[in-house]
């Protein structure tokens, strides 16, 4: 097999780098003495909590973000938690979570003009007791409280990559 031969199948199976970049609005769903809890849930025929513009559906067919869940501490205005669920589509009675096959890395622009925070390697964010990417860490914590702002809602806009 000739050099051009093996850069050809090497190029095909590395795959295809696909982006999608959304505007996310939570919605305060809970303020109580230990937290605030910010929250998008997409439920049967997208009603729910908060919104997500444009659905992550219309680029890959067969995938949904149904939750994204920020937990803010209300003494230190810090963040304590983030989460993110994928769904199959069509969605299956119940819905069960799943892992996101390719997702290669997370953006979560700032909401203050501040540089974008980037997980390169959401994979090993993956909670299988939970089934979500549990993408809390004291980088992001520290970031979010500089970078994202919020009062009745919190609203960023969120990019994903992933291969296919």
Known sequence: MGLSSKLILASKKAGTLVNWQG????????AGVDGYVYD??????????????????????DTQIYNVTLVVDTITFMLTGAALYFYNLPEPAPPTAKRFAGL????IHSTTGGEPFTISDVQSCWDNTNMCYDLFSE???????????????????LELEWYE
């Open 40 to 61: 998008y849930t997409r439920a049967y025929q997208d009603e729910g909590e908060g919104s997500l513009f444009p659905l992550l559906q219309t680029v890959k067919s």
């Open 139 to 157: 980088d992001l914590a520290n970031w979010g409280y500089t970078n994202l702002s919020a009062a009745g809602e919190l609203e960023f806009t």
């Open 104 to 107: 290669s890395s997370l953006i």
């Open 23 to 30: 505007d996310v609005s939570l919605t305060l769903i809970y």
